[in-house]
T-cell receptor
Framework: GNSVTQMEGPVTLSEEAFLTINCTYTATGYPSLFWYVQYPGEGLQLLLKATKADDKGSNKGFEATYRKETTSFHLEKGSVQVSDSAVYFCALSKPTNDMRFGAGTRLTVKP | EAGVAQSPRYKIIEKRQSVAFWCNPISGHATLYWYQQILGQGPKLLIQFQNNGVVDDSQLPKDRFSAERLKGVDSTLKIQPAKLEDSAVYLC?????????????FGPGTRLTVT
């Protein structure tokens, strides 16, 4: 079935460090791929998305590229800030919009 | 635009009791989802509505969970009777179109603790 595997956390970085959170997927057909972020005490918010192979999603300095050949959608940011501390979820969507989430990666950024 | 509203935010009950959660989606969103998020895991879809019809309830434990969306707007999710393993955050989400790639908007969730 369709599923997402993402890098286990927690991840702790210093401010201005480079961030990579790995995400790979298993799916039939051509799913859409998403990164959601969950700040403490809040619901999930869409961070970025890509709907077809080679698409790059970007938002707030974060980027991820839909790589069909490696079935990956890794999240990257060149310089993290303390305010980026949150839990990040990789997800895929089947055509019926049934969203499948990874387990989440907790990021803590220290000043 | 107002976001997805959920209530209550927190609920503590004893096992074998019943509980109900309420969700009001973003105005005009035809599709509504209920997810269960157990601590340390990603959200798992319980049920998906399109207007007031069920699209997918394959992962809903129907012996104890039920959900309805009678007028195609707000929705309730009920658990009866609750078990310890039902302790989780219950998230409601909505989206405007039932196509791939459409964003789902999430509410703040209801944290349920079953003792």
């Amino acid at each position: 079935g369709n599923s997402v595997t993402q890098m286990e956390g927690p991840v702790t970085l210093s401010e201005e460090a480079f961030l990579t959170i790995n995400c790979t997927y298993t799916a039939t057909g051509y799913p859409s791929l998403f990164w959601y972020v969950q700040y403490p005490g809040e619901g999930l918010q869409l961070l970025l998305k890509a709907t077809k192979a080679d698409d790059k999603g970007s938002n707030k300095g974060f980027e991820a590229t839909y790589r069909k050949e490696t079935t990956s959608f890794h999240l990257e940011k060149g310089s993290v800030q303390v305010s980026d501390s949150a839990v990040y979820f990789c997800a895929l969507s089947k055509p019926t919009n049934d969203m499948r989430f990874g387990a989440g990666t907790r990021l803590t950024v220290k000043p | 635009e107002a976001g997805v509203a959920q209530s209550p935010r927190y609920k503590i009950i004893e096992k074998r009791q019943s509980v109900a959660f309420w969700c009001n989606p973003i105005s005009g969103h035809a599709t509504l989802y209920w997810y269960q998020q157990i601590l340390g895991q990603g959200p798992k879809l319980l049920i998906q509505f399109q207007n007031n019809g069920v699209v997918d309830d394959s992962q809903l434990p129907k012996d104890r969970f039920s959900a309805e969306r009678l007028k195609g707007v707000d929705s309730t999710l009920k658990i009866q009777p609750a078990k310890l393993e039902d302790s989780a955050v219950y998230l409601c989400a909505s989206s405007s179109i039932r196509d791939r790639g459409s964003e789902q908007y999430f509410g703040p969730g209801t944290r349920l603790t079953v003792t």
